[in-house]
C-alpha cells in the first residue's frame, strides 16, 4: 500500500508537468493558476469525504504521538522531499552547465525519474520481504547518498544520466518500506 503511495506521488509528477504545458499551450500560462487551485479544491474535498468516516471511528482512542516520534519517523521522507526540489533547482544548471547539455534535455530528468518511481515503488514491498525491511532501508540510503555525491563529481552526461537513475531505483525501492 505504501508503494501505492509512493507510485502515486510519481505519477503526479509524470502528470503534472504534462497538464500544466498543455493548459499554458491552449488557455495561457495564467490558467496554470486556476487549475492548481482547482485541483487543489477538489482534493480536500475529496480528502475530506474520504476521511470523514474514519475521524468518526478513530475519536479519541489514545493520546497522541510526540512531535520527536513523528520527526523521526517522517524525517528520511522530508529529507528526501527536500533534496528532490532542491534538485529540480539545481538540475537545470548542472545540465545546462557542468555537463553542457541542451535546457531541453533537463526534462528528460525529470521523466524518467517519475516513470521509475511509479513502476518500481509498487514493487518495494516485494523487494523488502525478500531481502529484509532493514537491509533495503540502509542499503537504499547508502546507495543514494553514494549516487548523489558521484552525480557531483561526474562530468559525462552519459555517466550522470546512470548515476541519476541508478540513485531514482535506490530511492523508489527504499521509501514504501521506511514510512512502513
Do not use: C, K, N
Not at 509512493?6 to 495561457?28: D, E, V
Not at 544548471?93 to 521523466?111: I, K, Q, Y
Amino acid at each position: 500500500l505504501m508503494g501505492r503511495f509512493g507510485s502515486a506521488f510519481g505519477l503526479g509528477f509524470l502528470l503534472g508537468p504534462l497538464a500544466g504545458a498543455a493548459i499554458a499551450y491552449w488557455l495561457g500560462l495564467q490558467a496554470i493558476f486556476v487549475a492548481g487551485a482547482l485541483v487543489g479544491l477538489l482534493a480536500m474535498l475529496l480528502a475530506g469525504v474520504a476521511l470523514a468516516p474514519v475521524a468518526a471511528r478513530a475519536g479519541h482512542a489514545g493520546p497522541r504521538p510526540a512531535l520527536g516520534m513523528l520527526l523521526a519517523l517522517y524525517s528520511p521522507q522530508s529529507l528526501r522531499r527536500v533534496l528532490f526540489f532542491s534538485l529540480m533547482i539545481l538540475l537545470p544548471l548542472h545540465v545546462t552547465g557542468a555537463l553542457g547539455m541542451e535546457a531541453s534535455r533537463v526534462g528528460m530528468f525529470f521523466a524518467a525519474s517519475a516513470v521509475l518511481t511509479t513502476l518500481l515503488m509498487p514493487l518495494a514491498g516485494h523487494v523488502s520481504q525478500r531481502i529484509g525491511q532493514t537491509a533495503l532501508i540502509d542499503g537504499g540510503l547508502w546507495f543514494m547518498g553514494a549516487a548523489l555525491l558521484l552525480m557531483g563529481l561526474v562530468q559525462a552526461p552519459l555517466g550522470f544520466a546512470a548515476l541519476f537513475v541508478l540513485e531514482t531505483v535506490a530511492f523508489a525501492l527504499m521509501l514504501p518500506p521506511a514510512m512502513a
